[in-house]
Structure formats: C-alpha cells, structure tokens
C-alpha cells in the first residue's frame, strides 16, 4: 500500500495568514493526488484533484502543486471558514490512501 | 443538483451485520463509480471500496475484503454496502462518495451514516 504523510499534523494559524500543508508519498504517484476539507460533523469537500486542478466553485486562494513524491496544498489567505481538516488522497494504485491530516486552527 | 442521500444510524452488536444505502439524484447513475470511505471516531479517512453501477464490477480494499460486499441498483440509483461479523473496529461514520473511476477524485459525497457497534 502506498503510504501517504502529511506535514504539519496540526497548525495554529490567524485570518490571513499564507498556510502551506505537504503531502508526500512513499513512492511515485505521479498527480494522482487530491485533497479535501473536512469539518466536524461534515462531509469532506473535494478542494484540489490531479495535484493542481481547482475543483469548480472552490476559491482561488486554495492551489496545489506537486508531482511524483512530494505536494503542497496552499491557502493564499486564510479565511475564517478554512478552519478544518484537510486531507490529502493518492488515486494511484488500489488501495486508495488518505493521509493522516492536517489541522487547521484558529490562532 | 447532486445528491447523495445516505440512510440512517444504525447500532449493532458485535457479529452482527449492517447494510447502508446511498441514494443518487440529480445525474446519471450508472456513469459514476461509487466509493465508500470510512472514518472512526478520531481518526482519518480510510477508503473501503468502489462499484461500478453500469457493470457491478468492484475493487475492495483487502482489509475488508470478504466481510464487505458492495451492490448497486440503478432502478432506483441505489448504492448498498454490507459489512459482516462487525466489531469494535468498525464503529464509524461511513459515506459514500461519487467518482467517475475507482481512480477518480470523490467530487460529491454522501452526509454520513453512523454506525455503532456496542455490545
């Protein structure tokens, strides 16, 4: 199974704020990364497929990029209903594998 | 609009088992895959499985293949996942999301079905 770790686990973070959350691989997925929002009580919410595609009607502040191993999801400035969970999926190779996830706080 | 409307909580005893439904609208059915994601009480997302409704072919995850069996009907655009001999373990809330391929991003997901597994 392919194993997908994400960085930081947890983070503290003010409205505004650049936040950078990384996703790598323990081997070659090409772009076959996604990555969603979660928050309690929710479903996830589909952010960011093919590491760089912006799901329709997903804010421009969210980007992604990355290939192969290593990828980065990127919130330009941090707005008060980005706080969550925010997981990354590799659809390489079956099983399908989320990382651990990466919570977002209110500083 | 899309909609995935997923049945309700259930409780079981150990060695039980459960069935969830997931019903579609808003789209044709049998042209999206459907994935079933699980997430235990304080824990991440684990991907279960995936059904193709135009042909009923699956890819389970080898956890919990042989306890799960994934079925679809598209007169009333119905997923169903079944999970037997339940434990502990399987205390989750369980949704259902659509994806063109098993390989595809999850782009609609379903609310959530909770279920218990207590003795």
């Known amino acids: 199974d392919i194993q997908m770790t994400q960085s930081p686990s947890s983070l503290s973070a003010s409205v505004g704020d650049r936040v950078t959350i990384t996703c790598r691989a323990s081997?070659?997925?090409?772009?076959?990364l996604n990555w969603y929002l979660k928050k309690p009580g929710e479903a996830p919410k589909l952010l960011i497929y093919a590491a760089s595609g912006l799901q329709s009607g997903v804010p421009s502040r969210f980007s992604g990029s990355g290939s192969g191993t290593d990828f980065t999801l990127t919130i330009s400035s941090l707005q008060p209903e980005d706080f969550a969970t925010y997981y990354c999926q590799q659809t390489f190779s079956s099983p399908l594998t989320f990382g651990g996830g990466t919570n977002v706080e209110i500083k | 609009q899309v909609q995935l409307v997923q049945s309700g909580a259930e409780v079981k005893k150990p060695g039980a088992s459960v069935k969830v439904s997931c019903k579609a609208s808003g789209y044709t059915f049998s042209r999206y895959g459907i994935s079933w994601v699980r997430q235990a009480p304080g824990q991440g997302l684990e991907w279960m499985g995936w059904i193709n409704p135009y042909n009923g072919n699956t890819n389970y995850a080898q956890k919990v293949q042989g306890r799960v069996t994934m079925t679809t009907d598209t007169s009333t655009s119905t997923a169903n996942m079944e999970l037997r001999s339940l434990t502990s373990d399987d205390t989750a809330v369980y949704y259902c999301a659509r994806g063109s391929y098993y390989d595809s991003p999850f782009d609609y997901w379903g609310q959530g079905t909770l279920v218990t597994v207590s003795s």
């Open positions: 081997q070659t997925i090409s772009n076959y």
